[in-house]
């Protein structure tokens, strides 16, 4: 994993959200709702079930 410096809050947050963002794209996850607190957060995922029955096994490992 990358190693990440955090100078502030704010930038904490945006680099949460960034990787949500991208974590939803990969895998077709809806992210309802989430909290970023000083120590920890909090996701609702919705897992887009008919799509992702739909990959291969070979998709699954690329992914």
């Known amino acids: ?3 990440v410096v955090v100078v502030n809050n704010n930038q904490k947050v945006s ?3 960034a990787h ?8 077709f996850i809806d992210i309802c ?11 609702v995922p919705h897992v887009d079930e008919k799509q992702a029955k739909n990959w291969s ?3 699954v490992l690329k992914r």
Do not use: C, D, K, P
């Open 1 to 3: 994993m990358n190693t």
């Open 15 to 17: 680099w949460i959200e």
């Open 20 to 27: 949500l963002l991208y974590l939803s794209q990969v895998f």
């Open 33 to 43: 709702a989430y909290a970023v607190m000083s120590n920890h957060l909090h996701i």
């Open 57 to 59: 096994t070979h998709e």
